[in-house]
Every structure is written in C-alpha cells, then in structure tokens.
Nanobody, 123 residues
Framework: GQLVQSGGGLVQPGGSLRLSCTAS????????MAWFRQAPGKEREFVAA????????RYADSVKGRFTISRDNVKNTVYLQMNSLKQENRAVYFC?????????????????WGQGTQVPAPS
C-alpha cells in the first residue's frame, strides 16, 4: 500500500509540529509503524516506532519526552507530535511500515516508505 505524508511547515524555536502519515492499505492495523529522519549529510536514523495495536512505543533517546508517536487505525494514520523543536531536528522525516510481530527500530526491516516530509530548522 501507499503511504502519504503531510504536516511540517515553519516553526519557531521551542515550537511544535505534527506530522501525519496515511496508508491506503486496508490492513494498516496489522503493521507496526515508525518514523525515521535524515538530516543533510547524515545517515537515516530512527526516531520513534509504534506497534500495530498502539500499545507499545519506542523512541530514540534524543527525542524522548519531546516527541510522541500515535496512531488511529480507523483513519489508517500514524502521527508524530514534535514539541520543543530544536535546530538539530531539521531533517526529512519518513514513515515506513513493518509487518513483523515485534517492534523493531532498524530501517532495513521497514518497507513501504512514505515520500518524506521536510522539517526545517526552527527560526
């Protein structure tokens, strides 16, 4: 299925943004979902992941307490709420899916990547 991302935009230092990722897949509720990001000149890195039921989440240490991943299986959508944004959060954010039973945080396990959403540096 296709993953279509939305959200992003300009933000002030310490501000908030919410990213969304909507799946066309009818079996979205069966997939674990995650957010990864890639900053200019850097490798793609894990940000957050949520299990298919929404009952388990995992976060990168750098975003714990500031970012929240959630999902709505009726709307086939996963969200990333980003608060207290910093310069280092500037990156392109991607949402992929993983059909494995356990929640994983490495990118090679994920497929069906969204198109990416640019999150600029706060200004």
């Amino acid at each position: 299925g296709q993953l279509v991302q939305s959200g992003g935009g300009l933000v002030q230092p310490g501000g908030s943004l919410r990213l969304s990722c909507t799946a066309s897949e009818r079996f979205f509720y069966m997939y674990n979902m995650a957010w990864f990001r890639q900053a200019p000149g850097k490798e793609r890195e894990f940000v957050a992941a949520i299990i298919w039921s929404g009952g388990v989440t995992r976060y990168a240490d750098s975003v714990k307490g500031r970012f929240t991943i959630s999902r709505d299986n009726v709307k086939n959508t996963v969200y990333l709420q980003m608060n207290s944004l910093k310069q280092e959060n500037r990156a392109v954010y991607f949402c992929p899916a993983d059909g494995w039973k356990e929640l994983r945080i490495t990118s090679e396990h994920y497929t069906n990547w969204g198109q990416g959403t640019q999150v600029p540096a706060p200004s």
